[in-house]
Nanobody, 124 residues
């Protein structure tokens, strides 16, 4: 079984930075695409960023482009999301996701495995 465990969430002031991590077990990241999603209270889960299994293709939601950076360390089997210039609208539960295929998709239904989520709260 593939397991994804997020960490690094917490409370941060607006304009600050936070780095999320997603540790994977049971399968190497190179086996498929990885992505970050988030869900705020009363809102649907939305795509944040994704990276293909090969690492060649990277995709960001317009709302985070230029502020967030997705990366992976295959040796450590860990996915990262570096979040800079955080805004109050970034407050949400952030989820790590993985799919068997290596192509990045923005729809959550395309992903096969999910982590438990980590809370990110941005204060103003």
């Amino acid at each position: 079984q593939v397991q994804l465990i997020e960490s690094g969430g917490g409370l941060v002031q607006a304009g600050g930075s936070l780095r999320l991590s997603c540790a994977a077990s049971g399968r190497t990241f190179a086996a498929g695409a990885m992505g970050w999603f988030r869900q705020a209270p009363g809102k649907e889960r939305e795509f944040v960023a994704g990276i293909s299994g090969s690492g060649i293709s990277i995709d960001y939601a317009d709302s985070v482009k230029g502020r967030f950076t997705i990366s992976s360390d295959n040796a450590k089997n860990t996915l990262y999301l570096q979040m800079n210039s955080l805004k109050s609208e970034d407050t949400a539960i952030y989820y790590c996701a993985a799919r068997r295929a290596n192509l990045v998709f923005r729809t959550s239904s395309a992903y096969d495995y999910w982590g438990q989520g980590t809370q990110v709260t941005v204060s103003t």
